[in-house]
């Protein structure tokens, strides 16, 4: 399984950047890394017109938890050796029409395996149809799965990407899940693919639907107001980003979640 999740998320990333290539062209930087125990990854950073940052990036590592990493992860504490695959993806588009995106999945191992992952949207401006369609989607790639999935991972979404020191949730949520280890590994793997087929449809569909609309000074301000709150949450809050410090990632990778540009009232 864990070669075939790794092959899956190299695909995927493929697929993301063929599919960003048609309006980015040559915006694309790409970076190998190397991790300091075992394995690494590729980053793809995009500086463009249409997105004004972005990354797709996918790593495949191996190692040992240290001691805090060990009490913190399921089943590290019977034995710290670890191996995690994923892809991470986040949009930061020029135009405050369009949302940030967040997506990822994993793979992770210890001496027990499941995946993790799931996706979310953060729009600044009025997206309430947009939002429908977003979360009427998700729920039914779910449901196909598990009746259950939706709520339960809306909710943890919603819980999950909420700023407490603002008492305002960072965008309009969309799923997140960890720990998936149903019993039935290849159904747990058709629903990741799913959600990663999903991301990159609705991803290129929002960014074409608004790429060349105008918008104003007023509105590219509060774009920017967003997007430090966009800031706030990931150095205060986001898992990921210290799981990846914590086990030695590639600092630049971890932190191309990071807006370009954020302002703060």
């Known amino acids: 399984m864990f070669n075939e999740a790794k092959n899956w998320f190299k695909l995927l990333r493929d697929d993301l950047v063929k599919n960003t290539q048609v309006f980015e062209k040559k915006s694309f930087i790409e970076k190998r890394w190397k991790h300091h125990d075992e394995g690494g990854g590729l980053m793809t950073k995009i500086k463009g017109n249409v997105i004004e940052k972005g990354g797709i990036n996918i790593s495949t590592v191996s190692g040992k938890f240290n001691e805090k990493m060990q009490k913190n992860v399921l089943g590290a504490s019977e034995d710290p050796t670890f191996s995690a695959t994923g892809i991470s993806v986040v949009f930061h588009p020029m135009s405050p029409h369009i949302p940030s995106m967040h997506f990822n999945t994993r793979y992770l191992t210890t001496t027990k395996s499941w995946f993790g992952g799931g996706m979310d949207l953060t729009p600044c401006l009025d997206f309430d149809n947009e939002s429908q369609i977003f979360h009427k989607e998700l729920e039914d790639i779910c449901n196909r799965y598990n009746d259950d999935y939706y709520p339960k991972y809306k909710k943890w979404c919603d819980e999950y990407f909420y700023l407490k020191h603002r ?54 301000d509060v774009q920017l107001i967003k997007r430090g709150r966009y800031v706030e949450f990931n150095l205060l809050y986001d898992r990921g980003t210290k799981f990846g410090l914590e086990t030695g990632g590639n600092t630049e990778a971890i932190l191309m979640s990071m807006p370009p540009i954020a302002n703060w009232e």
Do not use: C, M
């Open 167 to 220: 008492k305002e949730p960072r965008g309009i949520g969309g799923i997140f899940f960890d720990h998936l280890n149903s019993g039935n590994q290849e159904n747990d793997f058709e629903f990741v693919k799913d959600v990663g087929k999903f991301f990159l449809k609705h991803a290129i569909y929002l960014i074409n639907k608004d790429k060349d609309r105008a918008w104003t000074s007023r509105e590219k």
